[in-house]
């Protein structure tokens, strides 16, 4: 019977065991929040609650946004650039005459879109960090006020590198082709990144909140800590060794790269904690209860994304 149920998963392929790995990761933290509630009644769970209960609804939209189709995909992270780039813009203190400046930013989004669709590597790696750096200051300039403009370049330009540059390698990571001996491709290495990126911010939170005691940036994130930041990468590392199914990594490179992606979105989710301290808000925004906005769940990803696609680009595709 075992040996029929190991036959039966290895059926599934790697999209299909990933989801199972995932649901039992959902229905534990389940448990332990449900055996927590009734063992401490007195205590307040809520926001624990809440946050379990939007993993399973994340979960399912992500899997869904990946596994449909590569154009749906592709239309799912850009709807998530979009919602990134507006809570940023949201917060920012704008000028009347950067108006059209975010006119142009945000038509930026489905542009930079396209070219993933297209699958245009050239254009998708020069027109925001060279085109749009061009455009936007001189769109700044034919408002006539130079009062605030390298200011309001400068804010502009980096959202819409971190939130739709950064987050667009996420989109061109599904298109992808097969590659290795395996099933591997595209779509499964993006399943690897954003699971163990995910997995590095919730296990450094359990590890800093129960043995956290040396603050590693207390001026910008006073609750990060290195016994946090040492305990998540470290499980993190040791755990993309069972979902090396997904990828066509050999044991060394495996956990290399999870050790880049989970340090670099550590590193990703400080600088936008420094963003939140000079906007002097707790959150991007509101959208997922328990979890604060859009910017608050994928600021990791801003930075791990493009470093991951381009290490499996030049190493697994040249």
């Known amino acids: 019977m075992a040996a029929d149920a190991l036959h039966r998963l290895a059926g599934l392929g790697p999209v299909g065991r990933m989801a199972l790995v995932i649901v039992a990761l959902l229905v534990l933290a389940t448990a332990v929040v449900l055996l927590l509630k009734r063992a401490r009644p007195q205590a307040d769970l809520t926001e624990l609650w809440f ?25 799912f992270f850009a709807l998530m650039s979009f919602w990134a780039l507006k809570e940023y813009v949201t917060l920012l203190k704008t000028r009347p005459a950067d108006h059209r400046a975010l006119v142009l930013t ?4 489905p542009v930079q879109y396209y070219w993933v669709f297209d699958q245009w590597y050239g254009m998708f790696v020069l027109f925001i960090p060279v085109y749009m ?46 590659v290795g001996e395996g099933l591997a491709d595209g779509r499964t290495m993006l399943l ?9 911010d ?22 990060k800590t290195w016994e946090g930041f040492l305990g998540g990468v470290g499980c993190t590392v040791a755990a993309s060794l069972l ?44 959208l997922i209860p328990g979890h604060g906005g859009m910017l608050d769940r994928v600021d990791a990803l801003c930075y791990a994304a493009p470093l991951f696609f381009h290490v499996v680009r030049f190493f697994y595709y040249q």
Request: proline share 4%; aromatic share 14%; with cysteine.
């Open 106 to 109: 945000f038509l930026a989004v």
């Open 243 to 286: 979902i090396r199914f997904l990828t066509p990594f050999s044991i060394p490179a495996c956990l290399g790269l999870a050790l880049l992606v989970t340090v670099a979105g550590f590193f990703g989710g400080a600088v936008m904690s420094a963003i939140k301290r000079d906007f002097g808000v707790k959150d991007f925004g509101a």
């Open 202 to 223: 919730v296990l450094q939170y359990v590890w800093g909140k129960t043995l956290g005691r040396h603050k590693i940036i207390p001026a910008v994130s006073p609750n």
């Open 51 to 75: 946050r379990v209960r939007s993993w399973w609804v994340m979960a399912a939209v992500f899997f869904a946004a990946v596994t449909v189709s590569r154009t749906v995909s592709i239309l």
């Open 192 to 200: 690897f990144l954003v699971f163990s990126v995910e997995l590095s």
């Open 133 to 178: 750096f061009l455009a936007l200051p001189l769109e700044l300039v034919l408002a006539r006020e130079t009062s605030g403009f390298l200011g309001s370049a400068a804010q502009i330009h980096w959202g819409l590198m971190a939130f739709v540059f950064g987050l667009s390698h996420l989109a061109f990571l599904v298109t992808l082709p097969a």
